[in-house]
């Protein structure tokens, strides 16, 4: 709403719904906005928990009725999570925390929806939190990892980097998924530090590349929304540049588009960054709320296909012509496209005759340690000749 109408028509939007939350509620139940888009609705009593799906799904019809704006008449919707005070949830921060993980459980039902906080949350709530104690050890015992995987340029027929992985190794959980703990790091302050941790060996991996002959070789590199919310960040690229002596052009960072949707800030960031001479892609392409503005506007060198797109290639014909769309706009804009997840001969022969230029997945390789890359590499220099 603040992106395509402006602030203050999204400030009116919040007054419209946290009026209508205030008219679905009882007298006695309170409404207070808690930051953002969320609220937090306390019920000091309730006789059954039919009552409160009766009162989740007032609040959703309250909120779905088109709402007129300044300049228009839009429509709008909520995600609910419900948590009910027991001898497991008794303070009003374990409330509260319940109900968060519920919401969040909400939205990836699809939202317009509510989810209550139940037995299965609260083993996943559980393994969140063993996963979030154990991660600042796993970082300082070097547990967490990074891994590259191959990034293969099509047209001139050579490696044209690597895309920098997490992997967590953990001696007490055995090996966690990065979608399971990268999700947790991101919701804390965490994400600062891991991601400075991944940078700064993603520079020293491609410092030894550089000295083995690979001067052109380029590491892609994932950032959060939080590191790019964060002030210091522009210096702390600068710092581990400077401290691998590698060239800021050999670095490709990588941000989503949900990341630059929600950050006021990644703008002049960006602008910062690319000062240094640092590249940039826009990753996970078509999968959140994709802009054309921001594409013509923003320092973006390069698109990243999602690998959800190029999965069913080439039966699927909408994923066929969505990617045949993505590359026509690209070619438009002059950006360069790197397809994800391509596992097979037929997806790779169907991107090539698209103009494809770079592809990366498990046809190719899986992610490997610095070293083992760098023998990878000369193996397939060797092959192709």
Same mark, same amino acid.
């Given at each position: 709403?603040?992106?395509?109408?402006?602030?203050?028509?999204?400030?009116?939007?919040?007054? #419209?719904?946290?009026?209508?939350?205030?008219?679905?509620?009882?007298?006695?139940?309170?409404?207070? *906005?808690?930051?953002?888009?969320?609220?937090?609705?306390?019920?000091?009593?309730?006789?059954?928990?039919?009552?409160? %799906?009766?009162?989740?799904?007032?609040?959703? =019809?309250?909120?779905?009725?088109?709402?007129?704006?300044?300049?228009?008449?839009?429509?709008?919707?909520?995600?609910?999570?419900?948590?009910?005070?027991?001898?497991?949830?008794?303070?009003?921060?374990?409330?509260?925390?319940?109900?968060?993980?519920?919401?969040?459980?909400?939205?990836?039902? @699809?939202?317009?929806?509510?989810?209550?906080?139940?037995?299965?949350?609260?083993?996943?709530?559980?393994?969140?939190? *063993?996963?979030?104690?154990?991660?600042?050890?796993?970082?300082?015992?070097?547990?967490?990892?990074?891994?590259?995987?191959?990034?293969?340029?099509?047209?001139?027929?050579?490696?044209?980097?690597?895309?920098?992985?997490?992997?967590?190794?953990?001696?007490?959980?055995?090996?966690?998924?990065?979608? *399971?703990?990268?999700?947790?790091?991101?919701?804390?302050?965490?994400?600062?530090?891991?991601?400075?941790?991944?940078?700064?060996?993603?520079?020293?991996?491609? =410092?030894?590349?550089?000295?083995?002959?690979?001067? &052109?070789?380029?590491?892609?590199?994932?950032?959060?929304?939080?590191?790019?919310?964060? %002030?210091?960040?522009?210096?702390?690229? =600068?710092?581990?540049?400077?401290?691998?002596?590698?060239?800021?052009?050999?670095?490709?960072?990588?941000?989503?588009?949900?990341?630059? #949707?929600?950050?006021?800030?990644?703008?002049?960031?960006?602008?910062?960054?690319?000062?240094? @001479?640092?590249?940039?892609?826009?990753? &996970? /392409?078509?999968?959140?709320?994709?802009?054309?503005?921001?594409?013509?506007?923003?320092? /973006?060198? *390069?698109?990243?296909?999602? =690998?959800?797109?190029?999965?069913?290639?080439?039966?699927?014909?909408?994923?066929?012509?969505?990617?045949?769309?993505?590359?026509?706009?690209?070619?438009?804009?002059?950006?360069?496209?790197?397809?994800?997840?391509?596992?097979?001969?037929?997806?790779?022969?169907?991107?090539?005759?698209?103009?494809?230029?770079?592809?990366?997945?498990?046809?190719?390789?899986?992610?490997?340690?610095?070293? @083992? /890359?760098?023998?990878?590499?000369?193996?397939?220099?060797?092959?192709?000749?």
């Amino acid at each position: 709403m603040n992106d395509t109408l402006g602030h203050a028509e999204g400030d009116r939007m919040l007054q #419209q719904v946290a009026e209508r939350f205030v008219t679905s509620v009882r007298d006695d139940d309170i409404v207070p *906005r808690v930051g953002g888009d969320e609220f937090v609705i306390v019920v000091p009593s309730v006789d059954d928990e039919e009552g409160l %799906k009766v009162m989740a799904s007032k609040l959703l =019809r309250s909120v779905s009725s088109p709402m007129t704006l300044a300049r228009e008449v839009v429509e709008v919707s909520a995600s609910i999570g419900i948590a009910i005070s027991s001898n497991s949830l008794s303070t009003h921060e374990e409330l509260i925390t319940a109900a968060d993980t519920a919401l969040f459980h909400a939205k990836h039902m @699809g939202k317009n929806c509510y989810y209550f906080y139940d037995f299965k949350l609260a083993m996943e709530s559980g393994e969140k939190l *063993r996963i979030e104690r154990n991660m600042k050890g796993a970082l300082n015992n070097q547990e967490i990892c990074v891994e590259f995987q191959p990034l293969i340029d099509l047209k001139n027929h050579r490696i044209y980097g690597a895309e920098a992985l997490c992997r967590w190794y953990s001696h007490d959980l055995g090996v966690i998924p990065p979608e *399971r703990f990268i999700p947790i790091a991101e919701q804390s302050n965490m994400i600062l530090e891991l991601g400075a941790q991944v940078l700064d060996e993603s520079c020293k991996a491609l =410092r030894s590349w550089i000295n083995s002959g690979y001067k &052109d070789m380029v590491v892609s590199v994932n950032v959060s929304a939080r590191q790019l919310n964060d %002030k210091r960040f522009p210096d702390i690229v =600068r710092d581990i540049l400077i401290r691998h002596d590698v060239p800021a052009s050999g670095i490709e960072l990588e941000i989503t588009e949900t990341a630059i #949707q929600n950050n006021d800030r990644a703008r002049e960031q960006l602008e910062v960054l690319g000062k240094l @001479g640092l590249r940039f892609a826009i990753d &996970d /392409f078509g999968t959140g709320y994709s802009s054309l503005s921001r594409l013509k506007t923003l320092p /973006f060198d *390069r698109v990243k296909i999602d =690998r959800s797109f190029v999965t069913d290639l080439p039966d699927s014909e909408s994923d066929t012509e969505i990617c045949r769309a993505i590359f026509a706009l690209c070619n438009v804009l002059n950006l360069n496209v790197t397809a994800e997840g391509v596992e097979n001969e037929r997806q790779l022969s169907i991107l090539k005759e698209m103009g494809c230029g770079c592809v990366q997945g498990f046809y190719f390789s899986r992610s490997m340690p610095a070293q @083992g /890359f760098l023998t990878w590499a000369n193996d397939y220099n060797a092959k192709a000749g």
